[in-house]
């Protein structure tokens, strides 16, 4: 049982557009959620991460958008840049973080000149 | 800053070898985690440790064992290697990761 759906699997963006990818969980136990962006051949960087209690948090060009009731969140990337072309994986955990991470499967985004 | 490190970028070893795979991080961090990465399956557990000598399986822990003996380092171990544990190791201690270990097996 997939706990954590992402959407979608690859995205090709223009430079200066925005990117979305999407989340969806089922367990209404996770209380930590945060996104990673994976260059090929290194490990996962941890980008930002939101919390239950705020239904959106901005850093930089990077907004994460939380919606409780629906068990979804997204991640956008504004004036998308050909170096965010990486791939993105969003994730969930209880404990605030502490404990394991379940992953989406990843979205590989392409931002094309 | 925060820090993890692996101890190998890539590795290649022989079916039937006895692997270690280290990972050290500079956080003082009681949980530290082990996932290995395959292409189409994304990021799957093998085991954690919230403390000292402690120990859990993950969601695919057979094949792997662990050894955490000091706080900072989280050993992975692969008793007898297979063709079929040829994979990204990554290394994570609270929600950082590791550069990650490339290991393929012949």
């Known amino acids: 049982q997939q706990q954590v759906k992402q959407s979608p699997q690859s995205l090709i963006v223009q430079k200066g557009g925005i990117s979305i990818i999407n989340c969806a969980y089922e367990n209404t136990a996770f209380d930590y959620f945060p996104w990673y962006q994976q260059f090929p051949g290194k490990g996962p960087a941890l980008l930002i991460a939101i919390r239950p209690d705020v239904s959106e948090k901005k850093e930089g060009r990077f907004t994460i958008s939380f919606n409780k009731s629906a068990k979804q969140f997204s991640l956008h990337i504004m004036d998308s840049q050909p170096g965010d072309s990486a791939t993105y994986f969003c994730a969930a955990s209880i404990n605030s973080g502490y404990s394991t991470l379940t992953f989406g499967k990843g979205t590989m985004l392409l931002v094309s000149p | 800053d925060v820090k993890v490190t692996q101890s190998s970028r890539y590795l290649v070893k022989r079916t039937g070898e006895k692997v270690f795979l280290e990972c050290v991080q500079d956080?003082?961090?009681?949980?530290m985690f082990w996932y290995r990465q395959d292409p189409g399956l994304g990021l799957r557990l093998i085991y954690f440790s919230y403390d000292v000598k402690m120990k859990e399986k993950g969601d695919i822990p057979e094949g792997y064992s662990v050894s955490r003996e000091k706080k900072e380092r989280f050993s992975l171990i692969l008793e007898s290697a297979s063709t079929n544990q040829t994979s990204m190791y990554l290394c994570?201690?609270?929600?950082?990761f590791g550069p990650g270990t490339r290991l393929t097996v012949l």
């Open positions: 956080m003082d961090h009681e949980n």
């Open positions: 994570a201690s609270r929600q950082f």
